[in-house]
Nanobody, 125 residues
Framework: QVQLVESGGGLVQAGGSLRFSCTVS????????MGWFRQAPGKEREFVAA????????DYADSVKGRFAISRDNAKNTVYLQMNSLKPEDTAVYYC??????????????????WGQGTQVTVSS
């Protein structure tokens, strides 16, 4: 059984930084492309960032490009999301997700088979 466990959420002031970690167990971590998504109250879940199996390719939503950075450490079975210059509109529950399908990085939540429990980020103005 594949499990994704997230950590690192919290409350931060606008302009601040946070770093998420998501550790995957149950199968070979490098079998998965990894993604981060977020869902704000009353809104649909949206794509934030994704990284390929070996960390060679990344993709970002326009709203976070230049402020967020996704990375992974396959030796630690962990994917990270470094979030800088946070804005109140970044407030949401953030989820990591794993995609076992071979192919290009996907921005669609339906492409990801496994999900973490979600962690809250609140950015105060």
């Amino acid at each position: 059984q594949v499990q994704l466990v997230e950590s690192g959420g919290g409350l931060v002031q606008a302009g601040g930084s946070l770093r998420f970690s998501c550790t995957v167990s149950g199968r070979t971590f490098r079998s998965y492309a990894m993604g981060w998504f977020r869902q704000a109250p009353g809104k649909e879940r949206e794509f934030v960032a994704a990284i390929s199996r070996l960390g060679i390719s990344t993709d970002y939503a326009d709203s976070v490009k230049g402020r967020f950075a996704i990375s992974r450490d396959n030796a630690k079975n962990t994917v990270y999301l470094q979030m800088n210059s946070l804005k109140p509109e970044d407030t949401a529950v953030y989820y990591c997700a794993a995609d076992a399908t071979i192919g290009a990085l996907s921005r669609s939540s339906t492409a990801y088979e496994f999900w973490g429990q979600g962690t809250q980020v609140t950015v105060s103005s």
